[in-house]
């Protein structure tokens, strides 16, 4: 426990045990609520010293141990750690949620505004603006009657969104594809062929059946040469969870996704804003849904004109190559594919030689000592290891000979790891008087181990690569802040829709032909990675970058525009409001689409990033960060390799260290000197246009 609340050095995660940690959690609640009883009484002064410092002290131990918890769950799966989520789930989230409502802890802050060591520290003022928002976000304005509204419509909306993941689970397992004539399987990879003969036998059917489930249904779509197979599993996946759907209408999500939105047009009206997509932004770097309309319409019209020439590409190809008169839904994934392999195909196997794991490292350190002049340092393996397995290596990050901070790197797939790549803070940048606590990383990613008793290491797929530098990114953002206030520190307090703008930077050093010289090592011959096979690699990746980055924009506009344009006011049903919301859905088809899906395509039933995730009015995000992160690294491109360590001390100065301690805009501004410009990403994605 005490190794894991260490303010420096490094964790220590070989002794967690989850037997016994239970009433460690117990005793840092009734701790951190004794904290608040303390804090907001009335003879408590409103300083920063006597409210926000011994709060935050009291939470941050709790979410600390918490968030070890959650870690050792994702990457030491066990029925022990299991238990102990599960038994402490509950009063955990109790406590944060009741701290985010306590009225008085929100007066107290409120008079904060005006205390003396707030008034002198713009840092502590952004902290303190955050915290007084998120209250009245939660409606801490409201009249009690309000409130209690208020309160009913958010448990309403968490009952609303898994009602419309299960509508959506259970409309896709309600259907299959039965396939009895083994000649319409021509195409199809073999993988998925016998998938689909054991998804039969478990049937007790025979033949093959292919389900709505993603690894069973791409492989059709993409592969399949018999047509009418294709249409059967794509008209099924494409209705589902509608009044249309293959079992029947029991599943259809019409009427939940009309009473989703009217909830949240009330929540947000109730609270003053004029809309949801209002709502959302308060906590954005975009003002307002107008910004993020235009922004959407403007990429939209550089992207669209090679979206139509990919779709003429593709349409040629299949008349010529592929003998399809026309295309319909079911054969773009398919004749893309075989497009895609056509022209640029070439070996993952051969390019994964070349990228040996020590070597990528050995890469990456090099890239960020050159932009930020920051070392990072194996640690000596002292005994018992700190870490939670024998796979796990820790660093240490220095800058001009001083440690700042510590890093884990957890990179091996294993049975007891959750899937993907993720960053946690495990601890943030705080000064505590004379004391500094330095930030400690832990990335986990899930690349193929070792193979066994080869002495060889881990070789990376250059996606995997790729996982890498990302992840990587939000570490720096997160170990290279040189905020003093936790509650603003590193990745804390950074707006939404910019938290990935450090992370997709980094990724964009995987694609320089001098970084990877440097980085890549085959391990037969140690060559570097040949000129011709890197021209394909990046001839691939930009394969249909039009259609794709216009599919982007048409979820991204129908998102925003849903939660600003439908009123729906009260005498509406929810049906009717379901029916504004597919009207939107055919508008935005018609102004950006240039590959318009056939009229039963009901893509927003199944939409649950925006109707049951976090991603409300918030699906723009992904190419906000995108046109931020394309923007930064053009201005490396603009000095050139010999001038990296200057303009990366500049990022460093102005975005990377300032953490959620400004605005993003003004770190960003402050970097560029102008405005974001969408114009680099269309350059990167190869959709500028010709002069
Ligand atoms: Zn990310």
């Known amino acids: 426990m005490n190794a894991l609340l260490a303010q420096s050095g490094l964790p220590r995660y070989d002794g967690l045990d989850p037997k016994t940690l239970g009433p460690d959690i117990d005793r840092l609640i009734a701790e951190a609520q004794a904290v608040l009883e303390a804090v907001v009484a009335p003879e408590t002064p409103a300083t920063w010293a006597a409210v926000m410092a011994p709060l935050t002290t009291a939470t941050e131990a709790l979410g600390r141990t918490w968030s070890a918890v959650h870690h050792m769950g994702g990457v030491m ?222 990429l939209a019209s550089k992207a669209r004109p090679s979206a139509q020439a990919d779709l003429a590409d593709l349409r040629g190809f299949a008349r010529e190559t592929l003998g399809l008169e026309t295309l319909e839904g079911w054969d773009i994934a398919y004749a893309s594919e075989q497009l895609r392999q056509a022209r640029y195909l070439f070996s993952e196997d051969e390019v994964r030689q070349y990228f040996p794991l020590p070597a990528v490292l050995d890469g990456l350190f090099g890239v960020v000592h ?48 959750r899937g993907g790549a993720w960053m946690d803070d495990a601890r943030g940048r705080r000064r505590l008087g004379q004391a500094l606590q330095t930030p400690v990383a832990l990335l986990t990613c899930n690349f193929s181990a070792p193979a066994p008793a080869s002495g060889r290491p881990s070789t990376l797929t250059h996606d995997d690569v790729i996982t890498l530098f990302h992840e990587f990114g939000h ?105 504004d919301i597919d009207a939107i859905l055919q508008s935005v088809r018609k102004e950006v689409a240039v590959i318009v899906p056939p009229a039963f395509n009901r893509f927003a039933q199944g939409f649950g990033h925006i109707f049951a995730g976090g991603y409300a009015a918030g699906y723009y995000s992904y190419k906000w960060a995108e046109v931020l992160s394309a923007d930064a690294y053009a201005a490396f491109e603009e000095a050139g390799p010999t001038a990296y360590s200057d303009v990366g001390q500049r990022f460093l100065n102005e975005v990377l260290s300032r953490g959620g301690s400004r605005p993003a805009l003004v770190s960003f501004e402050s970097f560029r000197g102008r405005a974001p410009s969408i114009d680099p990403l269309l350059r990167h994605n190869g959709l500028a246009q010709a002069a």
Not at 100 to 119: N, T
Not at 372 to 379: D, K, L, P, R, T
Not at 544 to 555: A, D, H, N, P, V
């Open 77 to 298: 799966d066990s029925p022990d750690w299991r238990d102990l989520t599960n038994s402490k789930l509950e009063v955990v989230t109790a406590f944060w949620s009741h701290l985010a409502q306590d009225r008085r802890l929100f007066q107290k802050m409120k008079a904060l505004a005006s205390a003396a060591d707030v008034l002198a520290d713009p840092t502590r003022q952004q902290a303190l603006s955050n915290s007084l928002r998120d209250f009245r976000l939660g409606g801490a304005e409201l009249s009690a009657k309000d409130q209690d509204t208020f309160a009913r419509q958010t448990a309403r909306l968490a009952q609303l969104s898994q009602v419309f993941s299960e509508h959506l689970l259970d409309s896709t397992n309600a259907s299959v594809v039965h396939v009895s004539d083994a000649e319409q399987l021509e195409g199809i990879p073999a993988h998925a062929v016998a998938a689909a003969a054991e998804e039969a036998r478990r049937r007790e059917l025979t033949g093959h059946v292919f389900t709505l489930q993603q690894p069973s249904l791409m492989p059709v779509l993409q592969f399949a040469r018999h047509r009418p197979l294709r249409e059967a599993i794509y008209r099924k996946h494409a209705t589902r969870a509608s009044e249309i759907a293959q079992e029947g209408p029991a599943n259809d999500n019409t009427p939940i996704m009309g009473e989703i939105l009217s909830l949240r047009q009330r929540q947000a009206r109730l609270l003053g804003f004029e809309s949801a997509a209002q709502m959302s932004l308060v906590s954005k770097m975009a003002s307002t849904p107008d910004e993020v309309i235009g922004f959407l319409a403007a």
């Open 370 to 417: 050159t932009l930020f002049g920051v070392s990072i340092e194996a640690m000596s393996t002292d005994d018992p290891s700190p870490a939670w397995h024998p796979d796990v290596e820790a660093f240490l990050v220095k800058r001009g000979g001083e440690s700042i901070g510590h890093l884990y790197l957890d990179l091996y797939s294993r049975s007891t790891k």
């Open 475 to 579: 570490g720096l953002h997160h170990l290279l802040t040189q905020v003093d206030d936790l509650e603003v520190s590193g990745i804390n307090g950074v707006e939404w829709d910019a938290v990935e703008l450090p992370s997709q930077f980094m990724e964009n050093f995987c694609w320089e032909w001098e970084t990877l010289q440097a980085m890549t090592r085959h391990q037969e011959t140690n060559a570097a990675l040949p000129r011709d096979l890197f021209e394909k690699m990046k001839a691939a990746k930009n394969f249909q970058s039009g259609l794709f980055m216009l599919r982007q924009i048409e979820f991204s506009l129908f998102d925003i525009r849903i939660h600003s344009e439908i009123e729906a006011t009260a005498d509406q049903s929810p049906e009717e409001v379901g029916r």
